[in-house]
């Protein structure tokens, strides 16, 4: 209680500016409210027969349904998990494990520019497990293209696996092209929309997508509970092996408050979001503009227009980003840089290698998100003092 008191009393201090929506979003009050009664009223277990078991399970199933119709897909192929990283290894194990067993197909087939979640889990099946791990290049925008990954796809191609909408950089990648392709060769393609379904409409039926995970608290829903699409007829191995709870692919009681909160959440921003992109357009192009006119030195990562609505980033030349980002913490602005290294030898971000920028430009990388709470205000003032902190770094190093 005390700490909880002290860290708002701090907040309340100074007038503090959060501009890390990617990393994590505040609990919409309407998802909150939606989850109170889930924790001491509607309690039961359920898989238990009784009245609170069939309570709670009516619950989970609402929201599996919602959250079915909501990405075009049948309530069957939604399975809830512990959030976006279960999700992605669900989908790159449980589907690698299956293919290899049924098929006899060993070959992975990932961007470079995947989240942690895919791009530790793959390398964790060629390290440990004997899978063949490949790469598809991407463009210096990040983006892959689709004759890439179709002179890649082989006859033993257990999954592909493409990042919808990057979290570093904001590139959105043509999902459905690279999706047609995998189809038409018979592979499964799985695609992390963690980032993505906070702002772009999701359908895995036009996308063609065969797995999709989704993470609740990137859009304004609780941490620790997420979604894995697996279309029908999929075959997926259980990385959480035990009960028989979500078709026998993810065991464990069901966590009622955060699948309720989840399917709140993702039900708000989808049906909010066009309302919610045309303010945010704006804001960031603003954001993006100012700081490409006023920092010399300054570029934009990721593509000028396929990208998330809310998204901006940088490098700066001559900038250590880690300094960067304490200097803004400490004039209260709360952002984030590639370099995910928060202690230590800070390490170039792996993306930003990836679409080519010299390690020393990926050093300095800056990561601004936008959200609903963002005003003008907050861009403004937020330009008002980059410049002269990107200059102080420079003077630094
Ligand atoms: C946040 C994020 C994840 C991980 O999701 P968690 O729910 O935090 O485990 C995976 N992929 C992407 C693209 C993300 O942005």
Redesign the pocket.
């Known amino acids: 209680m005390l700490l909880i008191e002290s860290v708002v009393e701090m907040m309340e201090q100074k007038k503090r500016v959060y501009l890390d929506y990617?990393?994590?979003t505040p609990v919409d009050e309407r998802v909150f409210q939606a989850m109170l009664p889930y924790f001491a009223q509607i309690f039961g277990n359920s898989s238990s027969v009784h009245f609170f078991g069939q309570s709670t399970e009516a619950a989970i199933e609402r929201a599996r349904k919602i959250i079915a119709k909501l990405i075009n897909a049948e309530s069957a192929e939604i399975i809830f998990t512990?959030?976006?990283?279960?999700?992605?290894n669900l989908a790159i194990k449980g589907v690698a494990f299956a293919r290899r067993k049924n098929d006899g197909c060993n070959h992975l087939l990932i961007s470079p520019v995947e989240?942690p979640?895919?791009l530790q889990t793959a390398r964790q099946l060629s390290e440990l497990f004997g899978f063949e791990l490949e790469y598809i290049p991407v463009d210096s925008f990040g983006r892959v293209s689709p004759s890439e990954v179709a002179s890649r796809l082989r006859r033993n191609t257990a999954l592909v696996s493409v990042?919808y909408?990057?979290?570093e950089i904001g590139t959105i990648n043509d999902i459905a092209s690279i999706g047609h392709l995998c189809r038409m060769n018979g592979v499964p393609f799985h695609t992390?929309a963690?980032?993505a379904a906070a702002h772009l409409p999701i359908d895995v039926v036009r996308e063609n997508v065969d797995l999709l995970?989704i993470?609740?608290?990137?859009f304004y829903g609780p941490?620790?509970v997420?979604a894995l699409y697996v279309r029908q007829g999929v075959n997926v191995i259980p990385i959480i092996t035990g009960g028989a709870h979500e078709s026998n692919l993810r065991a464990g009681t069901h966590n009622t408050p955060y699948i309720v909160g989840l399917a709140e959440a993702f039900q708000l921003t989808q049906t909010e979001l066009i309302q919610r992109n045309a303010r945010l357009v704006p804001l960031r192009d603003m954001l993006i503009a100012g700081v490409l006119e006023k920092i010399s030195g300054a570029q934009l990562t990721g593509h000028p227009v396929e990208r998330l609505p809310n998204h901006a980033s940088f490098v700066f030349e001559g900038v250590e980003g880690n300094t960067l980002l304490a200097m803004l913490d400490v004039a209260g602005f709360a952002c984030s840089s590639g370099s995910a290294c928060k202690s230590g030898t800070p390490k170039p971000s792996e993306v930003l290698l990836a679409i080519g920028l010299p390690p020393a430009m990926a050093m300095g990388s800056l990561r601004v998100t936008l959200g609903v709470d963002t005003r003008m205000d907050d861009i403004e003032s937020f330009l008002s003092v980059l410049p002269s902190l990107v200059e102080k770094c420079r003077k630094l190093k």
């Not at 993470?215 to 990137?218: E, V």
Request: hydrophobic share 25%; proline share 0%.
């Open positions: 990617a990393a994590s512990s959030g976006g990283t279960e999700s992605d989240h979640a895919v990042i909408a990057n979290n992390d963690v980032q995970s993470g609740s608290h990137k941490k620790g997420g």
